[in-house]
């Protein structure tokens, strides 16, 4: 088996302030995965990397950046923080032709 | 693009009646994986059931579906709920990397 660590688990921005997201997975998995949930709104996709320096934009991708460096890890950087935004931030995994594994998630709040 | 229409937000039922929660799609991909996963309270979404073969039901812990692409329905049953049933569950589909989760229906089941 394996993990997908997130950190921070709780992270408290300002408005206005760039934050990032840290994710690291040891399945050894092609594609990472970057979800938003929301109360009522489901898991929404901000950004996908199917292998290491790929990214592709999600849904949701507006007012967010990515980076996958290495195949182990994937960040993702809020770029200017929202005034009452709260969210859960889970990143994910997955091999092909198989399911999404996911981390026990970051949850925002913007003061 | 592919999307996943649940249109149950809330379902309630009392302990020991029949569970059905709905879950069609749209997708391009003419093999689709389709997901049901389950979200208790404070953890991340885990995987309950999949499928990509047509008509064949799938089963796990109780819970039972079966992808029908005549109706593009991969609705999720079960014959008797329990308390512990309680939690949030979301329909997913994948054609190829990117994975597109429904908007969830959160069961309540009460004695």
């Known amino acids: 088996g394996g993990i997908i660590t997130q950190t921070p688990k709780f992270l408290i921005g300002q408005e206005g302030q760039k934050l990032t997201l840290k994710c690291q997975q040891n399945?050894?998995?092609?594609?990472m995965y970057w979800y938003r949930q929301d109360s009522g709104k489901g898991l929404r996709l901000i950004y996908y990397?199917?292998?290491?320096?790929?990214?592709q934009k999600g849904d949701l991708s507006e007012g967010y950046d990515a980076s996958r460096e290495k195949k182990s890890s994937f960040s993702l950087t809020v770029t200017s923080a929202q005034k009452n935004e709260m969210a859960v931030f889970l990143c994910?995994?997955?091999?092909?032709?198989?399911?999404?594994?996911f981390g026990k998630g970051t949850r925002l709040t913007v003061v | 693009g592919d999307s996943v229409t649940q249109t149950e937000g809330l379902v309630t039922l009392t302990e020991g009646l029949p569970v059905m929660l709905n879950c069609t799609y749209q997708?391009?991909?003419?093999?689709?994986?389709l997901f049901w996963y389950v979200q208790h309270l404070n953890e991340s979404p885990r995987l309950l059931l999949k499928?990509?073969?047509?008509?064949k039901r799938t089963e796990h812990q109780g819970f039972h579906a079966t992808l029908h692409k005549s109706s593009s329905s991969f609705h999720l049953q079960k014959s008797s709920a329990q308390l512990s049933d309680s939690a949030l569950y979301y329909c997913?589909?994948?054609?190829?990397?990117?994975?597109?989760f429904g908007s969830g229906t959160r069961l309540l089941v009460s004695p």
């Open positions: 990397s199917i292998t290491e320096n790929d990214l």
């Open positions: 499928s990509f073969t047509d008509n």
């Open positions: 994910a995994s997955r091999d092909r032709g198989t399911e999404v594994f």
């Open positions: 997913a589909l994948t054609g190829g990397y990117k994975v597109v």
């Open positions: 997708t391009i991909y003419s093999n689709p994986f």
């Open positions: 399945f050894n998995h092609d594609t």
